[in-house]
């Protein structure tokens, strides 16, 4: 099986393409049932974010993985493939692999160096393990992920100005310290937004929400007041700053609520939501700083040299994924050489004893010993070797040479090698990766 990757994300394409692309909960737990039970994947996982919407899939075929993927994510978006096509991109197996690290480093965000993602990380493998779409392919990558997070921010600055999408924005309306905030949402980046404005010195910070006992448990954990969602027009004109950031499908405010709000006045209005919660024309209110996710995009969390090394980190931890990959992909025929050898020992003793009756007990044992410790030591350096060979780039044709020169029974090694199939790391396919594999 093989690591296969298909997504969308800021990279690729601008807010009003993510925004018809974008999954609540329900709609990411539909597609990745959905791919995991196609013909040609066998595990999925989804990762869906205010900036990108990826499908992580473990297939035997590479076309036919990547032609069931892309028709599921059109069909549960609602976006037809030809409008999606050119917007997606394409990772296969190492290109999976490193594109996933990347990401999960903060590399790959809005906001360059965030740690917010890897939470989102760990959350896509939590909900893919509760979903059974996960298996022992994908648990071992976005295991190895979180890992690859978390030194790079132990071993670099990359997160040492503790930026996030949310706090980038506040900086980016103008501040907040000692301005009324109103906050629209109770979800995970409503909860970051209110603990980022009460930790910052905001004056005041009211969340509201369509389910009102959301509201108040979050205000109970962090601090605030909490209003119901229909309070919103008149929580407004007790404001100076909103932060907007709900699941809904369309514009949450509108033009009018914020110009009557604002009249005139300094006001600052961030929206982190996608789909967008605001309606763009009330950037254009005298008096109104909109800041957008677009507007966000591809700010720097740390220091080049910070950067360069994080990409140093995730360059380094690919390869030993891989070679740890590798390595186990001659395990099976390892494996089947070795029931092989045990076979015909068990064959020639039974010989043996059918040409020479005569031995007792402990001289069978002693013959038995022997001629397995012949064996076992003819067999022990070639299966020593072709495991550390095999961790090196080809490293898994050493296998090939052994299943040859020692005739194996595929049907054997393929018993052995269902649960975790060589891997192919010659191709990658992708507008980023540059190639399709044959």
Known sequence: ????????????????????????????????????????????????????????????????????VTAILADVTGVPLLDLAEHLYVHFEEGAVAHLFQVAVGLDSMIVGESQIVGQVKESLRVGQDLETIGTGLNALFQHALRVGKRARAETGIDSAGRSVVSAGLEAVGGFEGRRALVVGAGSMASLAAQTLLNGGAASVTIANRNYERAVLLTDRVGGTAIKLADVPSALHEADLVVSCTGARGVVLTEDMIRSAADGREFGVLDVALPRDVDPAAARI???????LADLAGTAGGSEHDIDEVRRIVGEETGAFEATRRAASVTPTVVALRAMASGLVDAELARLERRLPGLDEAQRAEVARTVRRVVDKVLHTPTVRVKELAADPGGP??????????ALDPATVDAVTAPMAPQDTTATAAQTNGGDPA
């Open 397 to 406: 044709t050493y296998a090939d040479a052994l299943r040859e020169l020692f």
């Open 286 to 292: 005298p008096g109104v700083k909109l800041v957008t």
């Open 1 to 68: 099986m093989s690591y296969l990757v298909v997504g969308i994300s800021h990279r690729s394409a601008d807010i009003s393409v993510l925004e018809r692309v974008a999954l609540d909960p329900d709609a990411a737990t539909k597609l990745a049932l959905a791919v995991q039970h196609t013909p040609a994947v066998s595990e999925s996982a989804v990762l869906a974010t205010c900036n990108r919407t990826e499908v992580y899939a473990n297939v035997d075929r590479f076309h036919a993985g990547m032609d069931e």
